[in-house]
Structure formats: C-alpha cells, structure tokens
C-alpha cells in the first residue's frame, strides 16, 4: 500500500499545510498520515486534504492528533489549492490570550550596543512573567543572532521554548547572514508563517 507519513509535529500553523502541498505536488499518495500537535493546523489540514480530493478522518494519541487520508478517483484531476485560501483559524473566544512578541535586533534599544545586549538578555529572561498569556517568539533581522550557536541568549529562550512558547526564526534572515546552520533553538520559519502570527495574535509587543 502507497502509505506517506508526513510527521508535522511541532509545526505551528500553517507550516503543516505547506508541508501537505508539497507532498501532494511531488508525491501524491494513495494514502496518507499527517501527524500534528498544533490545533489549528488540525483544522486546517483536514480541510485542505478533503479540498484536494482526499477523505480524511482524525484520531488524538496524546498530544498529537493523526489525519488518516485516503485519494479519492477525483484527486490529482486539478492541482491542490493555494495555502494562502486556507488561513489558521482565528482563537476561541474562551482560549487564553496568545501574546507574541516580535523582535527586529539583537539588542535592545539604540544608543550602546553594550547597553542594549545588556537589556535584551534581562528582557528575554523576565518573559517567563507573562504567564500563559505569551505565545510566540518571532525573531527576524538581525533579532535571529539570537537563536544561533555560540549565542549568550540561547539559555532564556530555550527555557521559554519548554514552557510551551513558540520560537520563529526567520529563515529568510538566517540565509542573509549566513547563520541557516547553526540555529540552535527553535523553528525555521518563512514570512507567511511571521505574518499568521501577528494576524492570530491578541496582542503584538514589537521591539
């Protein structure tokens, strides 16, 4: 049996849809498992799959929930449709405030670089005391030196990583700066993904 496992798992919305698109475009399998441990990426999926002629039905092992596909005759008779008609459903009105935090540098604040590396490090490690409430970090230009090797932040972040908050790092930014290996904590990322964020977000804290 033609069986594609596409392991999504610690993929935020909508990095999982791109990763079905690609698969359905170059792969096309008979049948299909997408494992995801993002809710909105849930929803998500399953209507992409199920728009591109796929029958789908969901079961949850813990965390994660698995999307068993199936092609259907009247798959691949057009080609998918385009992620960007299929946005990450907005919060439930009962879910907690998800609070992102956008960062531009690797200091905080102009005048002494010194000073300002100074204050990012004492920033990153009082974020802890927003609670629940903090959902993502997203680091873009020169704010992803942050979240590579060798770099004296990477303590703060990776313990916010494991209270459950979401760290972007722009790929895009890595490449320019020649840093694309040697990030050492949390999720490559792409603009579509920056920009979900900042849509889905109760409350935006730019720096």
């Not at 594609?4 to 909508?14: A, F």
């Not at 439930?92 to 531009?104: D, G, H, P, S, W």
Request: hydrophobic share 40%; charged share 25%.
């Amino acid at each position: 049996m033609n069986e594609k496992i596409l392991d999504c798992q610690g993929m935020t919305c909508p990095m999982p849809l791109m990763a079905c698109r690609k698969c359905l475009e170059t792969e096309a399998p008979e049948n299909l498992k997408v494992l995801v441990d993002d809710e909105a990426a849930l929803e998500n999926v399953a209507r992409y799959l199920s728009a591109s002629g796929y029958r789908s039905s969901q079961t949850k092992d813990g965390p994660t929930w698995i999307i068993s596909a199936s092609r259907s005759p009247e798959a691949g008779k057009t080609p998918p449709p385009d992620v960007e008609d299929y946005p990450c459903p907005l919060p439930l009105k009962e879910e907690a405030q998800r609070m992102v935090v956008f960062l531009t540098r690797e200091t905080l604040g102009r005048g002494d670089d010194g000073l300002g590396g100074k204050l990012m490090a004492n920033f990153l490690k009082t974020l802890p005391e927003l609670g629940g409430d903090l959902w993502r970090v997203v680091l873009v230009n020169g704010a992803v030196k942050l979240a590579v090797t060798d770099s004296p932040h990477l303590e703060a972040l990776r313990a916010l990583e494991s209270q459950g908050v979401s760290i972007l790092v722009c790929g895009t930014c890595l490449e320019f700066f020649g840093l694309l290996e040697k990030r050492a904590v949390g999720q490559t990322t792409n603009m579509l993904d920056v920009v979900t964020s900042l849509q889905l977000a109760s409350k935006v804290i730019a720096l």
